[in-house]
């Protein structure tokens, strides 16, 4: 591989010895991996049934490598949300931050969202994610894999960190930040990385990661856990940007064990020498099988409250609760095609956004987050039409079949596939919404009339037709 000579005059002064097999590591092909959505199934079910081989990753029990000529984007199990395609070092991030059910966990930037579905599986619909991603085309990305992943807690904003301060003010009990870097880790994977880089590039990155990292202390609670990681090599943007942090900010490193990572922060890269950064994960490429991942955990003093007086004047929520009449659509959707129990899930916390009807995650509060860019708030369960509620995308991927009262449960492949491309199936004999599946994992919905199921699969994640 052709490396920028400024890149590797760089890493040949740092490196010393250790250079020349950095330099090996980037001919070498990336590694390539999966996780588990254990919201969906277990790591060892997935193992089961997938028609490719897979190696565990180490620090990650739901992760697994996969072979180089392997497509894991083209297999109905894809699209079933059973799994998410992650560079293996990036699942370490999460696993450090260690979510769990019931906490609030901010993703700060999270587009495409390996780490956001990460987060959204280890808090097993208990508790929030917020996932922000700044650039708008990025977000659509994230929040539509969110989907996939059958994610029902999940609130996708499209801001800049610090428009998050006023409604999330100290909110948060864990953050990610996994920081726009200078993608030296990125090389091979990404050949646009390799394309932008340069020692300019390196300097605005750090000047970025300052202002992310300055919001997410004013989002993260007294005694929270923020986690920073990076996919890049530059001493600047690792163990100096978290030198110069703790310096500012009252936080501790602490200390992180994950199994097969033993590569620290290196003291001698700091610029004032701080001895806590040996406690930071520096991953990389020729020490691992993966692409590299510097990794610090930072715990908040549970002294470092700031007052904060909120500002008058929120704008007026778009989103209103429904009322019982508003509802009866629903109620009766549910009643004829979900199992009793449904019904209760989401029964205290249902808000209407003009006719499409949502199911807000436990505890927001809508007035703080009304001046936000917001592309998915909670769970959309569907759209009221005239005298029908039709069922969302969304629904049918947090559901199991065994939710729904009609299911279609395709064992083909070639039938998968002719679903996903937005084909009627020539089989319904129930009338109403089908819940189509494959392999006992939903797909999304269908409804039957006169023995045909007509595709409700949404037309613009549709595979195109050959
Ligand atoms: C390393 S990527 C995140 C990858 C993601 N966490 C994942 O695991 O899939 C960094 C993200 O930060 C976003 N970003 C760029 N500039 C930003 C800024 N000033 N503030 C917040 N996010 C920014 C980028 O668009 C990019 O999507």
Redesign the pocket.
């Known amino acids: 591989m052709e490396l920028p000579e400024a890149f590797k005059e760089k890493m040949k002064n740092l490196m010393g010895s250790a250079y020349e097999s950095l330099l090996d590591s980037y001919d070498q092909p990336e590694s390539k991996g999966i996780r588990t959505n254990t919201l969906k199934l277990k790591p060892a079910e997935l193992v089961k049934i997938l028609p490719f081989k897979t190696q565990d990753v180490k620090w990650c029990e739901a992760g697994f490598y996969i072979d180089h000529e392997v497509r894991p984007g083209k297999n109905p199990y894809y699209y079933a949300g059973l799994y998410y395609v992650?560079e293996p070092t990036?699942m370490a991030t999460v696993e450090v931050l260690d979510p769990q059910p019931g906490e609030w966990v901010l993703?700060?930037?999270?587009?495409?969202?390996?780490?956001?579905t990460q987060i959204g599986a280890k808090l097993q619909g208990q508790g929030i994610l917020v996932a922000?991603?700044?650039?708008n085309s990025?977000a659509g990305i994230l929040s539509s894999n969110i989907e996939r992943m059958g994610i029902a807690n999940a609130i996708v904003t499209n801001e800049?960190?610090e428009r998050l301060v006023d409604s999330f003010h100290e909110s948060f009990d864990k953050i990610?930040v996994?920081?726009?870097?200078s993608g030296e880790g990125m090389f091979r994977k990404d050949p646009g990385a390799l394309a932008d880089w340069s020692l300019e590039r390196v300097d605005r990155c750090v000047g970025?990661q300052e202002?992310?990292l300055e919001s997410a202390h004013r989002l993260l609670k007294p005694g929270g856990v923020l986690v920073y990681s990076?996919?890049t090599f530059s001493p600047e943007e690792n163990e100096q940007m978290i030198e110069s942090f703790i310096a500012k900010y009252p936080y501790t490193l602490a200390d992180m064990k994950l199994s097969g990572i033993t590569d620290h922060g290196r003291v001698e890269w700091t610029r004032q020498n701080e001895k806590a950064i040996e406690k930071s994960l520096r991953i990389m490429p020729m020490n691992v099988n993966g692409e590299g991942h510097f990794i610090a955990k930072l715990i908040k003093s549970e002294t470092a409250s700031e007052l904060r007086t909120a500002k008058p004047g929120y704008p007026k929520s778009r989103l209103k609760k429904a009322s019982q009449t508003e509802l009866i659509d629903y109620q009766n959707f549910v009643k004829n095609n979900l199992e009793p129990g449904f019904y209760k899930k989401f029964e205290n916390r249902l808000y209407l956004l003009g006719e499409h009807l949502y199911a807000l995650p436990e505890g927001i509060d809508l007035e703080k987050i009304a001046n936000l860019k917001l592309l998915r708030t909670g769970l959309h369960l569907g759209t009221f039409k005239k005298n029908r509620f039709e069922p969302s995308y969304a629904l049918a991927m947090t559901l199991a079949l065994a939710e729904a009262k009609n299911v279609c449960d395709l064992k083909d492949e070639a039938q998968a596939y002719q679903y996903l491309k937005g084909e009627a199936l020539n089989m319904g004999t129930q009338k109403g919404w089908i819940l189509v599946g494959f392999n006992g994992f939903p797909l999304g919905f269908g409804k039957a009339s006169e023995g045909l199921i007509k595709n409700h699969y949404p037309k613009g994640l549709r595979i195109r037709k050959k």
């Not at 922000?132 to 650039?135: G, Q, R, S, T």
Request: net charge positive; with cysteine; glycine share 6%.
């Open positions: 992650q990036a993703d700060l930037c999270a587009a495409p969202g390996g780490k956001s922000n991603e700044l650039v990025r800049f960190p990610v996994d920081a726009p870097c970025k202002k992310i990076t996919c």
